[in-house]
């Protein structure tokens, strides 16, 4: 059976030979596999699925790092005519503890009948497996042994993957993915961005991830293109890797959450550039969190020199119960920058996000669901072909975010500017202030653009005992961060109380991309459950007070550390 040319399997049917997935190894070493290599391991994959009677729709979960195996776990089980969910492996989380409640919850919604993870894994997975009455976890050798490949794709089930959200609410939500959804949202992305075979593509955020697996390697995969496939820990432990691979290969696309860039700029200096060139970057697409205009600004200032054309960095909005994209800078534009009406200056402007993808409408509506003006800030609600068929169990409604009739009530806060969406923060995450909402991610940002390191802070913003509150938590924190942190909020909560929490280094609850759980901290700052030491954030004591740190200007703060030799 052929499948059209569009669909999430058609690659199966005729692999490219000469094209394929070059998986990082150790030094500068790269394992390549043809797209005919992988198209067979993946139809082995389904005739395992088959062979082990995992049922019509039955959920697969792969829990795997980024290699050729997950690639056939992935797309093998939607040819057995199951469902996939990728689970992050263990790597993705310091303490054990931390991984096995996250991991128990994620099988506890799935159910899955096939656990496929990798071998390094199955110790830490199956006990929290066992406790489910989940049948045990599998290896890829161990599932594929002695099986040969299905001749050809069964029929996809109706729902092709779950895929978990992050968890900034609470526990992570299981979206359901149909596969019309997943292949519409690619094949919007490959127009938006003029994405061609001949492209190479470059991805090193993790698979489990929405922006990693789609944005990355389905994006790749399904356009038939080369891709270059690294590790999260290959980019944290030497970011000129992935700088030089797109030199050496001329990648033209790669996914980047904001915080990537940051750390560019932090550990790569000018001189570690000399050699490399990036005239072939057409688009590094930004998301995930809150971009920051002036590490856009840095960083092209950092790779402009060396051929980097501003235009390819390329803002983007998109959510998991939207597939992925929602909105994305054309790349034949530029990013900008623009506040919403009364905003404060001093809040700092928001780069936009974009205009719809193809198939994608956007509104942005006030409590009355009633389209705002441009410029006045609303809830961003969405309808696209694209759009999740619902959510895995009883999903809750904690998060603000909910899907159902063809629409997408994100729970995010943006407003239009010149037909661009530019994208504030959380609904919820925020006070009303003299008749204008302030939202703790404006907040954060300008903490961190005064010196407090990113991700080692989190404001808090919501009624406490009946008083307007605001609070922030403080990793580990450093002389001069309560200031930093009191001059902003008291600058901008006015009348609130304001409340600081000093948590111990990795302390402060983060989703597994990375963003702060600000409503799980806020419950527990209310229950009096937030583990840390809470107290009143007072002024600073102009005797003691250090006004350099506070004062220094972003330029100086943005500037990249010295790499470690």
Partial sequence: MRTHPDTLLHWLDEPAAERGLHFAQPGDDWDFRPYTELAQEALRFAAACVGRGVSRG????????????????MFGAVAAGATVSPIAAPFAYQRADDYERHLGHILAVARPELIVADEDALDQVRPVAERLGLAAPVSHKELVAAVDPLPAPRPAAETALVQFTSGSSGWSRGVRIAPAALEANVAAMRRWLLWEPADPGINWLPVHHDMGLIGGLMNITLNGCDGWMLQPDDFIRDPRRYLACISDHG????????????????????????????????????????VDPSVLTAFHALLGPFGLDRRALVPAYGAAEATLAITGVPVTEGWTAALPDGASPQTGALVGCGRPLEGVSVRVVDEQDLPVGDGVVGEIVVGATSLASGYLGEAGTASGTSVGGGVLRTGD?????????????????????????????????????????ERRVAVLLGARAGRPTGAVVLAAPEPGWPQIAHRVLAEHLEDADLVQVAVPRGGLAVTSSGKPRRRVLWKALCDGTLAGETGPLHAPD????????????????????????
């Fill in 58 to 73: 039955g959920i697969v979960a792969v829990i795997q790092r980024c290699s050729p195996t997950f690639v056939a776990g």
């Fill in 251 to 290: 990648a033209r696309i790669s996914p980047m959450p904001n915080f990537g860039l940051a750390y560019i700029l932090r550990r790569v200096r000018p001189q570690h550039l000399e050699g490399l060139r990036f005239d072939s970057l057409r688009a590094i697409v930004v998301g995930a969190e809150r």
């Fill in 413 to 453: 806060a943006g407003f239009w500017r010149d037909g661009q969406l530019f994208v504030v923060g959380r609904l919820g995450d925020g006070l009303k202030v003299r008749g204008r909402m302030v939202f703790a991610e404006d907040l954060e940002a300008r903490m961190v653009e005064l010196g407090i390191p």
């Fill in 542 to 565: 102009p005797a003691v007070a250090d006004p350099g740190v506070a004062d220094r200007p972003a330029a100086d703060l943005a500037a990249p550390a010295p790499l470690r030799p």
